[in-house]
Nanobody
């Protein structure tokens, strides 16, 4: 059974940092890509970053402030977010996409989703 568990969200002041974690089970990282998405109230779910075995992607609006990484031994993907802004406030989700050498920025391509973790950035 494929499972993903996102964690690490919280309340942070503008300019601060958070590291989100996505712990997964039921598959091997090489077979799936992992994506991070976020959704603010009343808005669509948008890609933040994704990582496959041979490719990573960052949203243009966030590049330079975020870093995605993986720990194969722990079956965990991390999202380091720095210089956070109030507009980064959202629920952050991690998801898994089959055939994981590349990764897609479209949430429609992902097969499994974690439950989400709330990030709130105060001004």
């Amino acid at each position: 059974e494929v499972q993903l568990q996102a964690s690490g969200g919280g309340l942070v002041q503008a300019g601060g940092s958070l590291r989100l974690s996505c712990a997964f089970s039921g598959f091997t990282f090489g077979d799936y890509a992992i994506g991070w998405f976020r959704q603010a109230p009343g808005k669509e779910r948008d890609v933040v970053s994704c990582i496959g075995s041979k490719y990573t992607h960052y949203a243009d609006s966030l590049e330079g402030r975020i870093t995605i990484s993986r720990d194969n031994a722990k079956n965990t993907v991390y999202l380091q977010m720095n210089s956070l802004k109030p507009e980064d406030t959202a629920v952050y989700y991690c998801a898994a996409e089959r055939y994981g050498s590349n990764c897609s920025p479209s949430p429609l391509m992902y097969d499994y989703w974690g439950q989400g973790t709330q990030v709130t950035v105060s001004s």
